[in-house]
């Protein structure tokens, strides 16, 4: 079994442990659109689509592990380096590489390293996504205008 099938897995686990439905559907399609959009995302700009993928899989694990989004990026950023250590399936650089992403995953004001500015720009892509009836978010508007020009959609 390669490493991201690994992540999901335990992945899953968390995920099939939440009683409310609702919530329990929202966290698979959210954590895997994102983790899907990481992916994408890396493979056009050339980056590593696999930590891509683990990173988008694991940035909000503890407002759904937990259920509790305070300050949800520096939790998940924790409780992710304690999965990867313990699924022992990342390397001391390929955990920090991760962790720092998801640390820093809601600053999407801000421009970050090229490997974090993936997570940021997938979860953006896939708040917008989700249901494309829904209002854009002011802080959310610059972002996603410049991804639909990356990606030829605008």
């Not at 009683?19 to 659109?33: F, K, N, P, S, V």
């Not at 694990?61 to 300050?71: G, Q, V």
């Not at 520096?74 to 992710?80: Q, V």
């Amino acid at each position: 079994m390669n490493r991201i099938e690994i992540l999901r897995k335990y992945i899953d686990e968390i995920i099939l442990s939440m009683t409310d439905i609702q919530e329990r559907r929202c966290a698979y399609l959210y954590l895997y659109g994102v983790a899907q959009l990481c992916a994408l995302i890396a493979l056009k700009r050339g980056e590593n689509a696999e930590l891509a993928t683990m990173a988008g899989m694991l940035h909000d694990i503890y407002s759904y592990a937990k259920m509790d989004s305070k300050d949800h990026a520096h939790k998940s950023a924790i409780l992710a380096g304690e999965i990867l250590t313990s699924l022992r399936i990342t390397n001391d650089v390929e955990t920090k590489m991760i962790c720092h992403a998801i640390y820093n995953h809601s600053e999407n004001e801000v421009v970050h390293c090229a490997f974090n500015e993936i997570l940021i720009d997938a979860d953006v892509f896939q708040h917008c996504l989700y249901n494309p009836m829904f209002e854009i978010m002011s802080h959310e508007k610059n972002r996603y205008e410049k991804l639909k020009i990356e990606f030829g959609i605008a």
